[in-house]
């Protein structure tokens, strides 16, 4: 896709409809998709129209600086792509070719723990910030041995997600057979003939896709393999005794992804986590959890600024991350829009979407007379009346 092309997909739900039509409907919903209903999903985009902004351009802001400072690196833009897994389904090396995009935007990128690169792969782009994901398995070996390379690949922070410990029904993936290996039925198999560019790049990097970051030294594991050992390795039995545990062991910036409840925020910090993810995932887990926009607000004023503060869930609009800081938010993450991003055009793809979210942040705060990030603040907003 040539610059000039990329440049006429202005906003992110256009980058998400030409993602549409380049991937295959099982793979586009693999990514699309969410938990049962998709009420979670659907509610975290709307409720950010929960709130409305209040504009006060005469107070000067001719010029707009977007940067912020997380844990000593300073960020060009508030945004961060967060972990995602399987990208490299949706162009190939795609893990590695979104921390390139990550780079070149001056933000940080997150690594998933089911990327199809291993985190030390990752780490020859030399993207940084580059943080690491993690779960607590129910081999703490295991977990212990995960934080032990990410040290070693000189990630710069980890990131615990603690709401994916039992595996969500996500409905769309039920009914495309989109299994690890897929089972697609045959109509399937006849509507990717269509996505034949995405055939023709896929070709050689579907051939040996796997897991890395779960496959043990001198082991050759297939895809299928290693799927079923992320899955039983899952523990329901995590508790707060892990979190210490895990503080113990991993000295750099720790965060927490999956809180939604104001004492659990202040619990992570009095056991010395670092930061606070306020996520649903996406809403592809409980569907009917709370919308991680309406959640932020009561996190924010529990935790008083002690730590950084991040969301994701519905984040499609620059309006939506000023919406976010004003309440109480450090900086953003996005998922869906990364992958979007890179199943249209790679590094470019994503380095687009990130564009998108500066221009639309850059605009939003020009209009509403704030010159820097510091500026947002909850005198920005005031919630909408529902009749």
């Known amino acids: 896709m040539t610059p000039e092309?990329?440049?006429?997909?202005?906003?992110?739900?256009?980058?998400?409809?030409?993602?549409?039509?380049?991937?295959?409907?099982?793979?586009?919903?693999?990514?699309?998709?969410?938990?049962?209903?998709?009420?979670?999903?659907?509610?975290?985009?709307?409720?950010?129209?929960?709130?409305?902004?209040?504009?006060?351009?005469?107070?000067g802001a001719a010029s707009r600086d977007l940067s912020i400072t997380l844990f000593g690196d300073t960020l060009a833009l508030p945004v961060l792509v967060g972990p995602t897994g399987l990208s490299g389904l949706f162009w190939p090396d795609g893990e590695r070719q979104t921390a390139l995009a990550a780079k070149a935007a001056g933000t940080v990128f997150c690594l998933s723990h089911g990327s199809t690169c291993t985190m030390e792969e990752l780490a020859t782009t030399s993207a940084s910030p580059r943080w690491m994901q993690v779960f607590i398995y129910k081999d703490r070996q295991f977990t212990e041995e995960f934080c032990r390379r990410a040290e070693a690949a000189n990630f710069d922070a980890l990131i615990l997600t603690i709401d994916n410990q039992i595996p969500g029904k996500r409905e769309r993936d039920l009914k495309n057979g989109f299994t690890i290996p897929p089972t697609f039925d045959w109509q399937a198999y006849l509507g990717m003939i269509s996505r034949y560019r995405w055939i023709w790049r896929m070709r050689h990097a579907l051939k040996g896709m796997t897991f890395g970051?779960?496959?043990?030294?001198?082991?050759t594991a297939d895809l299928s393999t290693l799927a079923a050992r992320m899955g039983e390795m899952l523990d329901p039995a995590m508790n707060w005794d892990d979190v210490k545990w895990l503080r113990r062991i991993w000295k750099k910036p720790l965060l927490i992804k999956g809180i939604l409840h104001p004492e659990d925020a202040a619990k992570a910090i009095d056991?010395?986590?670092?930061?606070?993810?306020?996520?649903?995932?996406?809403?592809?887990?409980?569907?009917?959890?709370?919308?991680?926009?309406?959640?932020?607000?009561?996190?924010?004023?529990?935790?008083?600024?002690?730590?950084?503060?991040?969301?994701?869930?519905?984040?499609?609009?620059?309006?939506?991350?000023?919406?976010?800081?004003?309440?109480?938010?450090?900086?953003?993450?996005?998922?869906?829009p990364q992958l979007w991003g890179v199943a249209v055009?790679?590094?470019?793809?994503?380095?687009?979407?990130?564009?998108?979210?500066?221009?639309?942040?850059?605009?939003?705060?020009?209009?509403?007379?704030?010159?820097?990030?510091?500026?947002?603040?909850?005198?920005?907003?005031?919630?909408r009346s529902v009749r």
């Open 271 to 336: 056991l010395g986590v670092d930061g606070i993810i306020v996520s649903n995932h996406g809403g592809r887990q409980l569907d009917g959890a709370i919308a991680t926009a309406n959640a932020l607000g009561a996190i924010a004023d529990q935790v008083k600024g002690q730590v950084p503060v991040l969301i994701d869930g519905g984040i499609r609009r620059g309006t939506d991350v000023v919406k976010a800081l004003a309440l109480g938010a450090t900086a953003c993450l996005i998922g869906r």
């Open 345 to 383: 055009a790679g590094q470019a793809g994503v380095e687009r979407v990130l564009e998108i979210y500066a221009q639309e942040i850059d605009m939003a705060m020009g209009l509403c007379g704030l010159s820097r990030i510091s500026e947002i603040s909850k005198d920005l907003l005031i919630r």
């Open 213 to 219: 970051n779960y496959q043990r030294p001198n082991e």
């Open 5 to 59: 092309t990329l440049k006429k997909i202005y906003s992110i739900q256009t980058m998400r409809q030409r993602a549409r039509r380049e991937l295959p409907q099982p793979i586009f919903d693999f990514a699309d998709g969410a938990a049962e209903d998709e009420k979670t999903l659907r509610q975290n985009e709307s409720a950010f129209d929960g709130f409305s902004m209040i504009p006060r351009p005469l107070r």
